[in-house]
């Protein structure tokens, strides 16, 4: 990713993607303030939410046409509210909620799939119809080698392990700026 987001940028980040909640859950306009240099960067974002070590959420955008913070408040309610493995949050546990922000480079087309580092790029397979991505933290948090990324990154596209080296998909990677309130 060609821009940093400094610390500063990173609160703001973090509070709106929680007033965005909140306010979704009190019925309410959210209230938004802050700005920054980097705001304004149309990028893909991911926002996941945890309640101790469980996830709770994550919806994310690959790429957006909106700027950085419009992404992470749309994707923050997306989070909470429409990711369609968890019920909605509810109020009570607002206050429990972690907040993670994923903001992404542009996808890179990876032709040769040795060349993944674990820990530094995140997957995402397309192919047969079908997609799935995985963050650059995940294989790192589930203690997986490069055989093992590669491998569950099929598996989360619904494909046949091995399936990232086949002529009829497309592996890209990526970066991201990973940042979160603990």
Not at 49 to 62: A, D, E, P
Not at 63 to 78: F, G, Q, W, Y
Not at 98 to 103: D, G, P
Request: aromatic share 6%.
């Amino acid at each position: 990713m060609e821009f940093t987001i400094t610390e500063a940028e990173q609160k703001i980040l973090l509070s709106q993607a929680r007033e965005s909640i909140a306010a979704e859950l009190d019925g309410r306009k959210p209230s938004y303030s802050g700005s920054g240099e980097n705001l304004g960067t149309p990028c893909g974002a991911f926002v996941t939410l945890h309640i101790g070590s469980n996830l709770r959420g994550c919806i994310g955008r690959m790429s957006a046409n909106l700027a950085l913070v419009e992404t992470i408040r749309l994707m923050a309610k997306e989070a909470a509210f429409g990711d369609p493995r968890f019920p909605a949050l509810k109020k009570e546990e607002l206050d429990r909620v972690s907040i993670e922000i994923s903001a992404l480079s542009p996808m890179t087309p990876c032709p040769d799939p040795r060349q993944v580092k674990v820990g530094v790029h995140g997957l995402l397979l397309t192919g047969r119809g079908r997609s799935g991505v995985l963050l650059p933290q995940v294989p790192v948090e589930q203690g997986w080698d490069l055989d093992e990324y590669l491998d569950y990154i099929c598996v989360k596209a619904g494909l046949p392990q091995g399936s990232y080296d086949a002529p009829d998909t497309q592996l890209y990677t990526f970066t991201a700026v990973v940042f979160g309130e603990d």
